[in-house]
């Protein structure tokens, strides 16, 4: 079955510490994106990858870095975290050579991070 | 990319027939049509994709006219457990270097 897993279900971190979100795929594919959810405001689109070492900014990428070093890994970086990035970060990915191609997304389950 | 609007809530008794309709007036050519159902504290899920007139399968089906300037997700004889928040989501499904932007989504309420 494909499986989008996240590495961390729940994390509480303070003002000011690196946070790291790890995001891994056992589908093989190309395409791997972060988004944040917040109440009322739907999902939006941090970072989004299309290939190993290739990244490119989504819609809220001020605050937030990624590395993708693997195909299968995604990993979403907050160098500093703020409270405003309290949210619901959810990973997913996609392939153009599946049934119905590229913007079908696997989503994992989502991390909850909430910064004191 | 296409934007897409759709009606923030929604909402329906157990049993009945729910229609959500999403626009999407600048469509591409090569734009499909994905929704999604997401459930509390869970990431979405695929439930259906269409490029254009109906499409069917186990769960909804998907209505697309033909200028393509909207859609309509069929959800059949809705029960407790459809209650979710559902959205659609218009892209090239052949271009995987795109950057897939949902809306806000339809808070679907079923009734008892």
């Known amino acids: 079955d494909v499986k989008v897993t996240q590495s961390s279900r729940y994390l509480v971190k303070r003002t000011g510490e690196k946070v790291f979100l790890e995001c891994v795929q056992d589908m093989d594919h190309e395409n791997m994106f972060w988004y944040r959810q917040d109440p009322g405001l739907g999902l939006r689109l941090i970072y989004f990858?299309?290939?190993?070492?290739?990244?490119e900014k989504g819609d809220i990428p001020e605050g937030y870095s990624v590395s993708r070093e693997k195909k299968e890994r995604f990993s979403l970086i907050l160098e500093s975290a703020s409270t405003n990035q309290t949210s619901m970060y959810l990973c997913?990915?996609?392939?153009?050579?599946?049934?119905?191609?590229?913007?079908?997304?696997?989503f994992g389950a989502g991390s909850r991070l909430t910064v004191l | 990319l296409a934007k897409t609007t759709q009606p923030i809530s929604m909402d329906s008794y157990e049993g009945q027939e729910v229609n959500i309709t999403c626009s999407h007036n600048?469509?591409?050519?090569?734009?499909?049509i994905t929704w999604y159902q997401q459930f509390p504290s869970q990431g979405p899920r695929f439930i259906i994709q269409g490029y254009k007139t109906k499409v069917t399968n186990e769960v909804a089906s998907l209505f697309i006219p033909a200028d393509r300037k909207s859609s309509t997700l069929s959800l059949p004889r809705v029960s407790l457990s459809d209650t979710a928040v559902y959205y659609c989501l218009v892209g090239d499904s052949n271009f995987g270097n795109e950057k897939l932007t949902f809306g806000t989504g339809t808070r679907l309420t079923i009734i008892p």
């Open positions: 997913a990915s996609s392939s153009v050579r599946g049934s119905y191609g590229a913007n079908v997304l696997t």
């Open positions: 600048n469509i591409a050519t090569n734009d499909y």
């Open positions: 990858s299309y290939d190993v070492k290739m990244k």
